[in-house]
C-alpha cells in the first residue's frame, strides 16, 4: 500500500529564515507530485507540480521554490520567509496525468511565520 | 474569477438528515470532479468523484449529482452523522493536471 509522510509536523519559523519541507511517496512508481498551500479555513491552492524527477512546474509565485530530488521525494523551500507564508502546506500525489487524475493528500504540515 | 464556487459556506443539519453541499463551477473544459472530506488538522481525503459523462454518483451514503448544462453538481449525504462534521470541498479538474478547489462548505451534524 502506497504511502505519504510529510516533514516536519509542524514549524515555527521568524521572517527572514530559511525553510525546507519535505514529501515522500512510498509504495508507488513514478507518481506525479504536488504541492498545495491552505491558509487556515481557507481553500487549497495548487503551488507546484512535478511530473518526473528533476523536473517542476510553478503554478503561482509565492517566493517559494521546490524541487524533485528523487522518483519519491519532493521539497519546498525558501531562503526567506514571509509572515504571508504561515498556513498549512500539502504534498499530494498521482499516477495518471490529465483528466483522469485523482490527486491523494498527505497529512500536512502546519507552518507558522512569526 | 473564482473557477469553482461552493454553498453555503457552512451547514448545519440534525443526525439523520440529508445534508446537501451545492457546487458550480465557470470553466465548460473542467470534467472531473472530487469531492473531499477535511477533518481539522488532517490533510483532505478523497471522498467521492464524477466524470462529466456521468450524471449521478453513488456511494454508500453519498450521492454526487451533476448537471453539466447548468454547470452545477450536488453532494448529498443521507442519514448524517455528527462524525461526517468537517469541511467537504469540491474541486475540478481538466486535462493539465490543475487541480482547482472550491472554498469549501463546513457541515455540522448534530447529535
Known amino acids: 500500500a502506497q504511502t505519504i509522510h510529510q516533514w516536519p509536523v509542524a514549524e515555527i519559523k521568524a521572517v527572514g529564515s530559511p525553510l525546507s519541507l519535505g514529501c515522500t511517496i512510498k509504495g508507488k512508481s513514478s507518481p506525479n507530485l504536488y504541492w498545495y498551500w491552505q491558509a487556515t479555513g481557507g481553500t487549497l491552492q495548487q503551488l507546484f507540480y512535478?511530473?518526473?524527477?528533476?523536473?517542476v512546474e510553478s503554478v503561482v509565485q509565492l517566493n517559494l521554490s521546490a524541487s524533485r530530488p528523487k522518483d519519491d521525494q519532493f521539497i519546498l523551500s525558501t531562503e526567506k520567509l514571509l509572515l504571508s507564508h504561515s498556513g498549512f502546506y500539502l504534498c499530494?500525489?498521482?499516477?495518471?496525468?490529465?483528466?483522469?487524475?485523482?490527486?491523494?493528500f498527505g497529512p500536512g504540515t502546519r507552518l507558522l511565520v512569526l | 474569477q473564482q473557477q469553482v464556487r461552493q454553498s453555503p459556506q457552512s451547514l448545519t443539519v440534525w443526525e439523520g438528515e440529508t445534508a446537501i453541499l451545492n457546487c458550480s463551477y465557470e470553466?465548460?473544459?473542467?470534467?472531473?470532479f472530487p469531492w473531499y472530506q477535511q477533518f481539522p488538522g488532517e490533510g483532505p481525503a478523497l471522498l467521492i468523484s464524477i466524470r462529466s459523462v456521468s450524471d449521478k454518483k453513488e456511494d454508500g451514503r453519498f450521492t454526487i449529482f451533476f448537471n453539466k448544462r447548468e454547470k452545477k453538481l450536488s453532494l448529498h449525504i443521507t442519514d448524517s452523522q455528527p462524525g461526517d462534521s468537517a469541511t467537504y470541498f469540491c474541486a475540478a479538474n481538466t486535462n493539465t493536471g490543475k487541480l482547482t478547489f472550491g472554498d469549501g462548505t463546513v457541515l455540522t451534524v448534530k447529535p
Open positions: 512535478s511530473i518526473t524527477v528533476g523536473q
Open positions: 470553466d465548460s473544459t473542467f470534467n472531473y
Open positions: 499530494a500525489w498521482s499516477l495518471v496525468w490529465g483528466d483522469q487524475d485523482t490527486q491523494y
